[in-house]
């Protein structure tokens, strides 16, 4: 019997990089998964890979009433979840002077709204004890370039992790957060030429204290011991990130 069999488990943004890596973990220690995402064929992908314990369910972290239809669909599959894991989330690249208001907004919407209205609409189906993890960056400490915006969502999930665990105090559900660094989760290579991510990706690993990357999979097992191990600790963030923003 595996570590986490009868457990329940949403991950959204699970159909590629953390959340994949994550629904891969829970799935071969008998949890059930359900994992969303914008992309049909990722999902597909991902759930031929993750057999039969993972149901994917196509939503957009953005869309409120995309939350509303997922609650729906989880209380329907799962009844009770025992962990929420909100990751959906997206990068975006440009120079204060030139991030415009399109961008700013997408940036807010599904970094921020999202996982705000998707715990919101989750927390009540949860059992007793169970774990929510927000994907949260070094981005939201650190003073990084072509970044302002992306990092000002994840410095509110950070608000949110405190203010929603102090909140979620009365149900019994602890609220943390996961802070990646430089992780080689391909998702550089989805927003720049393969030439500029490469680039990117070398200069990251000589600036970080470890002098390389990190993987979705060192992300995953952090997610995972928030969700169901770190029974005693709430409203933290946890940095995955090779010391990059401790050292």
Do not use: W
Not at 45 to 69: F, H, K, N, P, Y
Not at 158 to 180: G, Q, W
């Amino acid at each position: 019997m595996g570590k986490y069999e009868g457990k329940n488990v949403v991950i959204t943004g699970g159909g590629s990089g953390f959340g994949l890596a994550t629904a891969r973990l829970l799935v071969a220690e008998g949890a059930r998964v359900l994992i969303t995402g914008r992309t049909q064929a990722t999902l597909d992908a991902a759930r031929a890979e993750l057999g039969d314990r993972a149901i994917a369910v196509r939503s957009d972290a953005a869309s409120l009433s995309d939350i509303d239809a997922l609650a729906e669909r989880v209380k329907a599959e799962f009844g009770t979840v025992d962990a929420v894991f909100a990751n959906a989330g997206v990068n975006g690249f440009a120079p204060f002077e030139a991030t415009g208001e399109e961008l700013f907004d997408e940036l807010m919407a599904i970094n921020a709204k999202g996982p705000y209205f998707t715990v919101q609409k989750l927390a009540p189906l949860m059992a007793e004890g169970g774990g929510v993890v927000l994907t949260t960056s070094v981005a939201n400490v650190l003073g990084l370039p072509m970044l302002s915006a992306y990092a000002a969502t994840k410095a509110a999930l950070r608000s949110m992790t405190r203010s929603l665990a102090r909140e979620l105090l009365p149900s019994r559900i602890r609220v943390n957060a996961v802070s990646p660094g430089p992780i080689d989760s391909g998702i550089l290579e989805k927003s720049m030429p393969k030439e500029v991510a490469d680039q990117t990706k070398a200069q990251m690993a000589a600036d970080n204290p470890m002098l390389r990357m990190g993987t979705p999979p060192e992300v995953a097992k952090a997610v995972v011991f928030l969700a169901f191990e770190a029974t005693f600790t709430t409203g933290a963030e946890l940095p995955v990130d090779g010391g990059g923003s401790q050292l």
